[in-house]
């Protein structure tokens, strides 16, 4: 029967401060490097072993993915990166400190952008800075693609789009997949 593994990166530096990140590619805290060795070392331990991984863009991502697979002696799989694994695009959100943001427009508000199943956050303008559209890595995709904001919804309609890649595996392969937790909810 396949295992599907669900991990989350490592403490971010944005994590660490309070700030919605979103798809800002910040980098992992050693906290983060630490968690990754520990997911590593105890997935090991646990006799997990697997054929192929699936992980995000961002480099906290990626890295978490490595640092687990140096730790099983797993660092040859194959490995697969999308951007549809990204963590959730948290818009004119990202960067923002969680609770400065909480005072400005109210605790149910944030509380429902970051909740709620189909109220999304408040989208980047497109010449936003913060737009994935000025960021190379998504270069090839049309601007249309891109998410500018995203609700739990959307999120989780990209789980799905990735998850037919998944599916065309052979039925007894094991995967990791490794992004962010909020894909995961």
């Given at each position: ?87 959730r695009h948290y818009g004119a959100l990202q960067g923002l400190n969680k609770a ?60 799905f789009a990735i998850d037919k890649t998944a599916r065309a595996r052979p039925p ?14």
């Open positions: 029967m396949p295992t599907l593994v669900l991990l989350r990166h490592g403490q971010s530096v944005w994590n660490q401060e309070n700030l919605f990140t979103g798809w800002t590619d910040v980098d992992l805290t050693r906290q983060g490097v630490e968690e990754a060795h520990q997911a590593g070392v105890r997935l090991a331990a646990d006799g997990y072993s697997f054929d192929i991984c699936f992980t995000s863009v961002l480099k906290r991502a990626v890295k978490t993915l490595h640092l687990v697979l140096g730790e099983m002696d797993l660092l040859w799989l194959p490995e697969h990166k999308s951007w549809r694994l990204n963590e400065e943001t909480a005072k400005r427009y109210g605790e149910r508000q944030v509380f429902a952008w970051r909740r709620s199943w189909d109220v999304p956050p408040p989208a980047l303008d497109i010449d936003d800075d913060r737009s994935p559209t000025k960021d190379r890595r998504y270069v090839s995709l049309s601007p249309a693609t891109l998410p500018r904001s995203e609700s739990l919804k959307d999120t989780v309609d990209s789980l007894d392969r094991r995967g990791l997949h490794n992004g962010s937790r909020r894909r995961h909810r």
